[in-house]
C-alpha cells in the first residue's frame, strides 16, 4: 500500500492510476479502524480497481475539544489492517494539509443538519460538510462508500452531492454489528466491561421497535426500556430517511420512503449512535 501525506502526491498517484483506465473506490475515515470500517474497504475493493481509504480525525467535526482529545490514533495497527484488506493508497494528511486558517464556511443543508446529532452537536456537521468536500476535492471522481452506521451523515452528504453537481457516486454500506447487536464503533473501546453490557441495550430497542411499529406507544415505552438500563438516552425517534424529520405514528404506514429507528445516548462518559431501517423504501406496513 503506498501511503500519502500530501493532496498533490494522492492526486498524482490517481491520475497514473485513471491513465490506465482503473476504475477508483474511495473510503473515508478517522482511524481506529474495525470491522464496519473494514467491510466498506471490502465492498469497494470488490467492486473497484484501485481502493483509497483516508484516515484524518477531522478537528472540525468535534464541538467537544476533550472528544477531539481522547479520540483513539491506532496508527501503526490501522496501516496493518489496510494492508492486510488489500487496500491501495491510504491518504494520511495532517491537519494544515486539509486547512490553512480557521473555516467558518458552510454550505445550506436545508435544515437536514439541524436535526438529530445536529441538535445536539451544534457546527458538527458544518464540520463534516467541508472535510467531505475536501476530501473529494483531492480524491476526484470516485465511488465513495459510507455506513448506514451514521445515517444522517450519509444523507447529507448525498444531498451536498446532488445540490453541488459533484462527480463522486455514492454507497450506503450495512452497520456491522458485535455478536450481541452493538454497532461496532471507534469508540466502544471507551466503554467499561458493565458499560459495554449496557450498551446492548440500544440495538436491542431499536430491534424491538421494529417489531413493535404498529404500537401507538411504542417510542415511550423503548425510552424508558433504554434509561432503566442506567443509560442515558439523547434522543430516540421514528424518523423519515429522506427528510430526517420525526415521522407522526400516522405517517408511519403511508409514507413511501424509507422509516429508520434512531437513537443517540450516553453510556458512562461515551456517547453512542445507533439506527435500524424499520421499514424500508416503498414498503407499507398496516396500522390497525
Ligand atoms: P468514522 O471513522 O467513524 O468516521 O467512520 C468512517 C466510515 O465508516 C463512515 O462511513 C461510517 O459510517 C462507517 N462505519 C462506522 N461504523 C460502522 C459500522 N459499524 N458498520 C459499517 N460502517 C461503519
Known amino acids: 500500500m503506498e501511503n500519502f501525506p500530501t493532496i498533490a502526491g494522492l492526486q498524482s498517484f490517481l491520475k497514473g492510476q485513471r491513465q490506465l483506465h482503473q476504475s477508483i473506490g474511495f473510503v473515508a475515515?478517522?482511524?481506529?479502524l474495525h470491522n464496519g470500517h473494514l467491510s466498506l474497504l471490502e465492498r469497494a475493493k470488490a467492486e473497484n480497481d484501485v481502493v483509497v481509504c483516508s484516515i484524518f480525525v477531522n478537528p472540525t467535526q468535534f464541538n467537544d475539544p476533550k472528544d477531539l482529545e481522547k479520540y483513539p490514533r491506532p496508527i501503526e495497527k490501522d496501516i496493518g489492517l489496510l494492508n492486510q484488506s488489500g487496500c491501495d493508497a491510504l491518504f494520511l494528511p495532517a491537519v494544515d494539509e486539509m486547512y490553512f486558517d480557521k473555516e467558518e464556511w458552510h454550505l445550506d443543508l436545508n435544515g437536514l443538519d439541524k436535526v438529530l446529532e445536529g441538535a445536539s452537536r451544534p457546527g458538527h456537521f458544518a464540520g463534516v460538510t467541508q472535510i467531505v468536500y475536501k476530501l473529494f476535492n483531492a480524491v476526484g471522481p470516485c465511488t465513495a462508500y459510507f455506513g448506514q452506521k451514521d445515517l444522517q451523515q450519509f444523507r447529507i452528504i448525498q444531498y451536498m452531492v446532488e445540490k453541488l453537481n459533484m462527480p463522486q457516486k455514492l454507497v450506503r454500506c450495512p452497520i456491522l454489528r458485535e455478536p450481541d447487536g452493538l454497532a461496532m464503533s471507534s469508540r466502544n473501546v471507551h466503554l467499561s466491561p458493565s458499560e459495554r453490557q449496557q450498551a446492548r441495550v440500544l440495538s436491542k430497542t431499536l430491534f424491538w421497535l421494529r417489531d413493535h411499529l404498529t404500537q401507538k406507544n411504542a417510542l415511550k415505552e423503548a425510552w424508558d426500556t433504554i434509561v432503566r438500563?442506567?443509560?442515558?438516552?439523547?434522543?430516540?425517534?421514528?424518523?423519515?430517511?429522506?427528510t430526517l424529520q420525526a415521522i407522526l405514528y400516522d405517517e408511519i404506514s403511508s409514507t413511501r420512503d424509507e422509516v429508520a429507528a434512531v437513537v443517540a445516548a450516553r453510556v458512562g462518559q461515551t456517547r453512542l449512535i445507533d439506527n435500524y431501517i424499520v421499514k424500508p423504501t416503498g414498503h407499507t406496513v398496516s396500522i390497525l
Open 229 to 242: 438500563e442506567g443509560v442515558e438516552p439523547d434522543y430516540l425517534a421514528l424518523i423519515n430517511g429522506h
Open 29 to 32: 475515515t478517522m482511524g481506529a
